[in-house]
DNA sequence: AACATATTCACCTCTAGGGGTGAATATTCC
DNA sequence: GGAATATTCACCCCTAGAGGTGAATATGTT
């Protein structure tokens, strides 16, 4: 689920729409409200955040309320902080063999 | 410069190219043994991680030598960082709000 | 000079993403 | 029933990405 995830994050208008939803639940059109482009891409951004389980769909009526699953987060999270960890051995390593050689 | 380092990091192949590295610099064609695709789409996930600036080059003679740059990395983990704060208040909030109410 | 190796360049194909518009569907309101 | 609202569906266009192949370039080797 990595890739979708971090596909889903890549992108602004999408980061901004998880943004919105810290503040709270909202609707699709409230959610779009303030980016300069259409509901309808708004909408497909919104199905995409969903397809990486980032955002979970209430639909009541004909209203869908949109809500933030932190879940995904957390193993993108892993991920860097796996490789953080990786990378700092590795350039450590690097420098005490400069310090010694 | 967050756009570019999520959609690099989006790839697994090019999260492969990185773990590899984390191993140690490396050249081209080393970094593409492994994977079943040729050399030239190695050679061109490689270009997007410099522009994503996860990878720097160093070039000696024909070889080119691959190292990893952790920069990027920071900057991915910080947003995610803020993010998994801002959701675990608001989740917070709303247990709270449930149990009073 | 001739050959081998390392890498990229230039091109092709296919698919997915981001943007748009207009119509369809579902629901609520009068 | 009929109108307004909320959302998606079905298309269109354009660009970028991921894969490929074959040629060009640069360096190393004999």
Known sequence: ???ATLAALADPTR???LSRLAEGEARVT??????PISLNSVSKHVRMLERAKLVRRRIEGRDHFLSLDPAPLDEAADWIAAQKKLWAWRLGELEKVLAHG
């Open 1 to 3: 689920m990595l890739d």
């Open 30 to 35: 409230e959610v779009a409200r303030p980016f």
């Open 15 to 17: 980061r901004a729409i």
